[in-house]
């Protein structure tokens, strides 16, 4: 309200006055509160996503471009712009130095953000230091380099996934990409918000292939699938590796390879019967036929890389993406609650019921836990 000048309502004038000291406080506070407001928005978790794709190769290179594209818009399709942070390097820029100084160049919020290096292009595995070595423009980088290089930032989460592809045959085609994400999905919060510690996942085991075509690598392409298909559920790794392993091998008949965790995520390998046994399975498709669960992970040294086949002392390991288990002690399991509860509750000395895929045979074996 306005007062004219010379007015003689002295209670009106003081009242104004106050009023208008007033104000300017609110507006501050107001103020305040919108830039309180805008810093929570700041502070959500981030994903800085470093993509790195070897596209100078003759043999590969132009899988591998799809391959850059397929995971970049992976992520774009799970997470808000606000939330993504990117960096690719492709061409003269995928070399081994260039690589190591962009992770350690990331400017990552201590125990907050999430870290994740994806690679595509040749690689191989080296026998006698036991390590996947990435093969950027005929040069070798060890895995252990990177991932030492990604563990000192201080993320909350670090991933490290690669699709090292050698061979070349046809292979599906992506789903069509849906709308740009306005907020995370589910599946993506699961997987790169919620955990902590170091996710290294490679697209082969020793001794294994990765292929593609131009349109991508079958790994890169079943993991984009994937998640494509169950953004809205709220997975870890161990279901997501088992997803894209069952993906390859249904899509592409003559693929003979099997993506596997390099090193656990200790969450993950705590929740394979707390240590005791040393493997994760979960229910897939492919085990459910057989009512029982999918081996989709084994930890290096554990139990699991310890069975003993009855009449003959030969240990044996169970393999991930080959065996599925239908029970413990003689009792059916058929997901995953159930396998860790029949690990739990196993005396040290358990029997477990393996079916080999490959060669569709059943057999008991026996194996001692750890307490």
Known sequence: MLYPIGSHNAGA???HQI???????????AAAMLSSAALAQDAAPRIHVLIVGDTLDLSIGESVKADVENVHDTFTQHVPPKQLRFTVLTGNQATPPKILLAIQSLSVARGQDTVVVYFSGHGYFEAKSKDHILYPQRTNLPRAQVRTALQQLPARLHVLITDTCSELIRRPPTPGAPPEATEISPLFAALFIAPRGLIDISATKPGEKAIGDRGGGIFTNALHNSCHDHRDEKADWSQVIAWVNERVSSDVKEARQTAYA???LADTAA?????????????????????GVEVTLVVTGSPAMQLRSRGDDKPRTLVVGQHLLLQINGQPISNEAEFRAAVQKSPREMTVRVHNLETGTTKDYDVTLTR
């Open 13 to 15: 004038r003081i009242a």
């Open 19 to 29: 009023r208008a000291a007033a104000f300017p406080c609110l507006l501050g506070l």
């Open 262 to 264: 390099v090193s656990p």
């Open 271 to 291: 929740a394979a019967g707390g240590w005791r046994f040393g493997a994760v399975a979960v229910r897939t498709d492919r085990s459910a036929r057989l009512n």
